[in-house]
């Protein structure tokens, strides 16, 4: 079946500019997840959608990022205010579930690279 | 909390050459553990996974991990290197107690000699 999708795959935008980016989870995959790739601080997790409950905004790096998940499926992240430090690979993942005492594999997708000028 | 070291940031082997690719983990209890493999401008594809049992585990692409608990280690392996199987290979670390989500090393890239 179809995996996690992303979009755009590149995004190039100046510095200040707001931009969003789009995950498609896997269908029937109810907790989402989005990490950020960045050469000084490797692979790090950013935000966690499980089913309807509070999404964990634990490590969101400033007030500047969001996400929200409409319908318990797409996602949005949203930068505000760009900066050039938030140039990375932002990767979203989803899986079956998440949460209790049952971990669950994730499934990753290709990734966003933005760039900020 | 939870962290994971991947001490090797490069690694070169010939093909055909048996690897091995370090992992240690930092968690009070046992862990869910993960390989994960990057290639250049792709997603991450999941290797191999580690939850319970038998602790020699089996990948894809004829990739196995061994936990030891003792060592806290998550160490993967390969008996033959292909050219294809140069990457950047990332293990991680997971816990239901944090929701679900991981924690990554900082990845180790290989690269394969012909």
């Known amino acids: 079946g179809a995996g996690v999708s992303q979009s755009p795959s590149n995004k190039v935008t100046e510095k200040g500019k707001d931009v969003e980016l789009r995950c498609d989870p896997i269908s029937g995959h109810t907790a989402l997840y989005w990490y950020r790739q960045s050469l000084g601080q490797g692979l790090e997790f950013l935000i966690y959608?499980?089913?309807?409950?509070?999404?964990?905004k634990s490590g969101l790096p400033s007030d500047r990022f969001s996400a929200e998940r409409t319908g318990g499926s797409v996602s949005t992240l949203t930068i505000q205010r760009t900066q050039q430090e938030d140039s990375a690979v932002y990767l979203c993942?989803?899986?079956?579930?998440?949460?209790?005492?049952?971990?669950?594999?994730?499934?990753f997708g290709p990734g966003t690279r933005l760039t900020v000028t | 909390a939870q962290s994971v070291t991947q001490p090797d940031i490069h690694i070169t082997v010939s093909e055909g050459a048996s690897l091995e690719l370090r992992c240690n983990y930092s968690y009070g209890a046992t862990p869910y553990l993960f390989w994960y493999v990057q290639s250049p401008g792709q997603g991450l594809q999941l290797l191999l996974k580690y939850f319970s049992g038998d602790t020699l585990v089996q990948g894809i692409k004829g990739f196995e991990a061994e936990f030891k608990r003792s060592q806290s280690s998550f160490n993967l392996r390969k008996p033959s290197v292909h050219w294809s199987d140069a990457a950047e290979y990332f293990c991680a670390v997971g816990t239901s107690e944090y929701g679900n989500k991981l924690v990554f090393g900082a990845g180790t890239i290989l690269r394969v000699k012909s």
């Open positions: 993942a989803s899986s079956l579930a998440g949460g209790g005492t049952l971990f669950y594999e994730q499934y």
């Open positions: 959608f499980q089913g309807n409950s509070a999404p964990d």
